[in-house]
């Protein structure tokens, strides 16, 4: 025990320390903490559905006496926890990015872990961006594959790479993000189709951050491309919901029913959060596209502002990092906004590099301008 104290007290030491934090209640773009509303901008709920009561009411009042809404599955997809209100969705997902078939995950951290280590093991080699989620690089290590990182959004590398590792192995494996969680930048789609190409690879990309935000018919930034064969996203950030999917051709699917760990052994989602989730993409589409609407005026408006003082950020969406580099200053920045009646949680090692402590404003469909540019107006000397 000793030994785990002295670890915790470094972690305060430096500025790390993680707790969780006190929020009673949620309440559209605030959170109510300690007795204070403060503007939530450290949530994914891009589209503010989570929050939305009039949405959640319409739908309890449609779905109350449907045998799907249940509040637990009890079993395995494998077993009994499964019904066709989990197919009817996979379906729905598979026609909207143009593949076979899908695949729904409790989480995208399962999804993504699932994923990777399933379909590349020893004998094989992934080459991914340096900046991939946790979960790809722990899927990653988890396959037993060879792999190479890429420096981030460097594709002369990734080709570089590629030349002179591909014609070792059996089965090569590119992954990357689109939308990068920490940074808010994008990838560059059609240059990684290039690659894959030019390589016999089999592209991945995770849609996380773009499914439903970014993407002009609701599948991502890759947009239904044919030549990417594998896209993992999450129903937790922009639907407000819970748990992941993965599309592709039946073949891929149908291996990681039978290979996936992380899928087999996981009671699945209840019913009630994966019929929401169907209800959203099917019957929800117009006001989907309206949220987005208003989510996409204030990333332009918020980017013209940041680019007008001076503050650079290599972000192109509604992710944008205020990275201040040491750790305490950032923790420091964080506690003085939350006086201001922000709430904007500082990010720092190991969820990004050493030297990067960042705050990363998270901006929601129903945040206004105002607010956003006092913020900025108050950080940006520290930037």
Request: include cysteine; glycine fraction near 6%; hydrophobic fraction near 40%.
């Amino acid at each position: 025990m000793v030994s785990y104290e002295n670890e915790l007290k470094k972690l305060k030491e430096s500025g790390m320390y993680r707790q969780i934090p006190e929020i009673t209640k949620k309440n559209g773009v605030n959170i109510i903490m300690n007795g204070r509303e403060l503007l939530n901008l450290s949530s994914n709920d891009y589209l503010n559905f989570s929050t939305n009561e009039d949405l959640a009411k319409e739908f309890m009042e449609d779905f109350l006496n449907n045998p799907h809404c249940r509040f637990s599955s009890a079993s395995a997809r494998l077993l009994s926890g499964t019904s066709a209100v989990y197919r009817d969705l996979e379906q729905v997902l598979a026609d909207l990015f143009g593949k076979e078939a899908a695949l729904i995950f409790n989480t995208g951290y399962q999804c993504n872990l699932g994923v990777v280590s399933t379909l590349a093991r020893g004998g094989d080699v992934i080459f991914s961006d340096k900046l991939n989620h946790a979960s790809i690089i722990d899927g990653i290590k988890l396959s037993g594959a060879d792999f190479h990182r890429y420096k981030h959004l460097d594709y002369d590398h990734l080709e570089e790479l590629l030349e002179k590792h591909r014609s070792k192995y059996d089965k090569a494996l590119i992954v990357s993000e689109t939308i990068f969680s920490m940074d808010g930048d994008v990838a560059d789609i059609s240059r990684l189709v290039e690659l894959k190409k030019k390589y016999n690879a089999i592209l991945m990309l995770d849609e996380a951050h773009a499914f439903c935000t970014m993407d002009d018919n609701f599948a991502g930034m890759s947009d239904g491309n044919s030549d990417v064969d594998i896209v993992t996203a999450t129903f937790g950030k922009a639907l407000g919901s819970f748990g992941a999917f993965v599309v592709s051709n039946k073949t891929i699917i149908n291996y990681l029913i039978n290979k996936a760990r992380s899928f087999i052994f996981s009671t699945s989602i209840p019913p009630i959060n994966i019929a929401w989730t169907k209800w959203l993409l099917t019957e929800k589409l117009d006001y989907i596209s309206e949220q987005k609407m208003k989510l996409a005026k204030i990333i332009i408006g918020i980017h013209k502002y940041l680019k007008s003082t001076g503050v650079e950020t290599a972000s192109e969406s509604q992710i944008i990092p205020l990275v201040f580099r040491d750790e305490k200053k950032t923790v420091e920045i964080a506690e003085q906004l939350m006086s201001m009646g922000y709430y904007v949680m500082p990010i720092r090692p190991p969820t990004v590099p050493p030297n990067t402590s960042r705050l990363r404003l998270s901006l929601t469909a129903d945040m206004d301008f105002e607010s956003i540019k006092s913020l900025i107006d108050f950080v940006k000397d520290e930037l």
